[in-house]
């Protein structure tokens, strides 16, 4: 079992930033691949970013093309926490975040049924 907990959401202007966390516990952290996805009332879940590393290549990150160029994941490993630092924020960024942890599968997962563990979501609300 993996449990998740997201923290860092909230109401930020447009133009901000604001930085998600995504604490982990319950495996071995550094074996399995995260990612954020997001979600609006009554649409579907949409990915948003995933980052896999290894010992052998590092780190490999993937992101939606929405959010390429301003949102960056990362990682630490040491603290089993996953990050997703969002700048230039704007308006139809407002969602509700969730993480996610895939255990079985290596490189550019983008579906929500690639993942077995969600956390429970934290809303981020950008004003115009």
């Known amino acids: 079992q993996v449990q998740l907990v997201e923290s860092g959401g909230g109401l930020v202007q447009a133009g901000g930033s604001l930085r998600l966390s995504c604490a982990a516990s319950?495996?071995?952290?550094?074996?399995?691949?995260m990612g954020w996805f997001r979600q609006a009332p009554g649409k579907e879940r949409q990915f948003v970013a995933r980052?896999?590393?290894?010992?052998?290549?590092?780190?490999?990150?993937y992101y939606a093309d929405s959010v390429k160029g301003r949102f960056t994941i990362s990682r630490d490993n040491a603290k089993n926490t996953v990050y997703l630092e969002m700048n230039s924020l704007q308006p139809e960024d407002t969602d509700v975040y969730y993480c996610a942890a895939d255990l079985r599968y290596v490189g550019d997962q983008r579906n929500v049924n690639d993942y077995e563990y969600w956390g429970q979501g934290t809303q981020v609300t950008v004003s115009s």
């Open positions: 319950g495996r071995t952290f550094s074996a399995y691949a």
């Open positions: 980052i896999h590393w290894s010992r052998w290549s590092g780190a490999k990150l």
